[in-house]
C-alpha cells in the first residue's frame, strides 16, 4: 500500500512567486493534515481536512496560504506570494476516518526555499 | 513558555545501551502522547502512541506517561546504530474544530558502534 506522497520534495522559488504543494494522503483516508516545521522550530499544525471539507485551519499563517482538497483526495497547498519567512519543510499527514492525529501517516516533506 | 519542552540533543550513546528521552509539558488537557522517529530527509514515523497515563511496550520501545508530573518518556532498549534518528514526542488535546496537535522540538540521538 502506498503511503502518503508530498510532491514537489524541493522546490526553491523567488520571493513573491507562487508555489504550489500537493499531498496524496492513503487511499481512503478522509483526514488529511498540514503541518509546517521552519528552521529551528517545532512542527507547527497548519489545517486540517475531513474529506473535502476544512475542519480546523486556525494554524494558517495568514491569507497568501490556501488549501485545498478537491472531491476529498489529495490535497493542494498554495502559497502567493511567498515570501522569505515561508521557507521551511511542509508535511502532510493522513489517517481514517474515526481516528485523529495520534493515528496520522506522514508524508516525506516537501522542503521550500524562498530566497 | 512552549506547551511541549523537549531537549534538542544530540545525545550520544555506545550500542546496547538503554536510551531514555523524555519530555515535559504543560497543557493538563493532553489526552494522546506520540513518539515519532525521524531520519534525516524523510517524514516523521509513529512509533507509539499512548491513551491518557500509563506504560506501553512494543518490541525494544516502552513509552510512559505521567500526568501528574506532565512528564513522557520513551525507553530504548539494546540501542542499535538504525536507531540514529531525531525523535519528536507530541500530544493532543481536544480544541475548537477538533484534536490539536503540539509537536517537541525534537531529541537527535546517535547510537555508536
Known amino acids: 500500500e502506498a503511503g502518503v506522497t508530498q510532491f514537489p520534495s524541493h522546490s526553491v522559488i523567488e520571493k513573491g512567486q507562487t508555489v504550489t504543494l500537493r499531498c496524496d494522503p492513503i487511499?481512503?483516508?478522509?483526514?488529511l493534515y498540514w503541518y509546517r516545521r521552519v528552521m529551528g522550530k517545532e512542527i507547527k499544525f497548519l489545517l486540517h481536512?475531513?474529506?473535502?471539507?476544512?475542519?480546523?485551519e486556525s494554524g494558517m499563517p495568514n491569507n497568501r496560504f490556501l488549501a485545498e482538497r478537491t472531491g476529498g483526495t489529495y490535497s493542494t497547498l498554495k502559497v502567493q506570494p511567498a515570501e522569505l519567512e515561508d521557507s521551511g519543510v511542509y508535511f502532510c499527514?493522513?489517517?481514517?476516518?474515526?481516528?485523529?492525529?495520534?493515528?496520522?501517516?506522514f508524508g516525506q516533506g516537501t522542503r521550500l526555499t524562498v530566497v | 513558555q512552549k506547551e511541549v519542552e523537549q531537549d534538542p540533543g544530540p545525545l550520544s550513546v555506545p550500542e546496547g545501551a538503554i536510551v531514555s528521552l523524555n519530555c515535559t509539558y504543560s497543557?493538563?488537557?493532553?489526552?494522546?502522547f506520540m513518539w515519532y522517529r525521524q531520519y534525516s530527509r524523510k517524514g516523521p514515523e509513529l512509533l507509539m502512541y499512548?491513551?491518557?497515563?500509563g506504560n506501553k511496550e512494543d518490541g525494544r520501545f516502552t513509552a510512559q506517561v505521567d500526568k501528574s508530573s506532565k512528564y513522557i518518556s520513551l525507553f530504548i532498549r539494546d540501542s542499535q546504530p538504525s536507531d540514529s534518528a531525531t525523535y519528536l514526542c507530541?500530544?493532543?488535546?481536544?480544541?475548537?474544530?477538533?484534536?490539536?496537535?503540539?509537536f517537541g522540538a525534537g531529541t537527535r540521538l546517535f547510537v555508536k558502534a
Open positions: 499512548t491513551y491518557s497515563s
Open positions: 499527514a493522513s489517517s481514517q476516518a474515526g481516528t485523529g492525529p495520534s493515528e496520522a501517516f
Open positions: 481536512f475531513v474529506k473535502e471539507s476544512k475542519q480546523d
Open positions: 507530541a500530544m493532543s488535546a481536544m480544541d475548537t474544530g477538533g484534536f490539536k496537535t503540539i
Open positions: 487511499s481512503g483516508h478522509d483526514n
Open positions: 497543557n493538563s488537557a493532553f489526552q494522546y
